[in-house]
């Protein structure tokens, strides 16, 4: 348990889909992430959240929609998404400071069909 | 921005051995790198981290070293076993913000 929690685990949408991913942290921290992981490419970032302001926008379409209401709770909104999509979603949370870790949760594995 | 390059991509030992995974950086303000270890199904999880102040990290059979006149850092893991068997990725952080290398696939021969 590393006190990120995702869900859900494991996702299949249809390109027309609207589904949401849900990150909720239990470890006090001041700020959230959203990475995807594909095959075969390093962890690419797509949104930061630092005290619920959203600090980063890693030039990600827009059918990818990010929402923080609060510090312990991430969402990713999804709608019309493309089979390109298809990948490991990974929430983190860490401290606002510098040079302390990330911590992640276990996954959303994405399937676009 | 930050480019962190990571080598090699693959890596076979035999049980035993020793493990050495390299990692560059692009940017001298990067002042934090920690070192993940993500198994199947998992998400990452720290196993190791050194700052920028700092030459040489060791926590059992897990070392890093930082080079930051060459911007270059290194885990080296000794007599591995089996179940160190799993993807590793270097990190270089630049205050909050990480930067992933693209993961050493690690596999440890009985």
């Known amino acids: 348990e590393t006190g990120v929690t995702q869900t859900p685990r494991h996702l299949v949408m249809g390109m027309t889909n609207k589904k949401s991913l849900k990150c909720e942290q239990h470890?006090?921290?001041?700020?959230m992430y959203w990475y995807k992981q594909s095959a075969k490419k390093p962890l690419e970032l797509m949104f930061v959240y630092n005290f619920k302001e959203q600090t980063e926008n890693n030039s990600v379409p827009s059918r990818f929609s990010p929402e923080c209401p609060n510090s312990s709770h991430l969402f990713l909104h999804l709608h019309t998404l493309q089979p390109e999509d298809s990948a490991l979603y990974l929430c983190?949370?860490?401290?606002?400071?510098?040079?302390?870790?990330?911590?992640f949760g276990q996954g959303t594995r994405l399937t676009v069909v | 921005g930050e480019n962190v390059e990571q080598h090699p991509s693959t890596l076979s030992v035999q049980e035993g051995d020793s493990a050495v995974i390299k990692c560059t950086y692009s940017d001298s303000a990067s002042n934090y790198f920690p070192w993940y270890k993500q198994e199947l199904g998992k998400g990452p999880q720290l196993i190791i981290d050194i700052r920028s102040n700092v030459g040489e990290k060791k926590d059992q059979r897990i070392a890093v070293t930082l080079n930051k006149t060459a911007k270059h850092f290194s885990l080296h893991i000794t007599e591995t076993q089996p179940e160190d068997s799993a993807v590793y990725f270097c990190?270089?952080?630049?205050?909050?913000?990480?930067?992933f290398g693209t993961g050493t696939s690690l596999t440890v021969i009985p």
């Open positions: 990190a270089a952080s630049i205050g909050n913000q990480f930067y």
């Open positions: 983190a949370s860490s401290q606002v400071t510098q040079g302390t870790e990330a911590f």
């Open positions: 470890l006090g921290h001041n700020a």
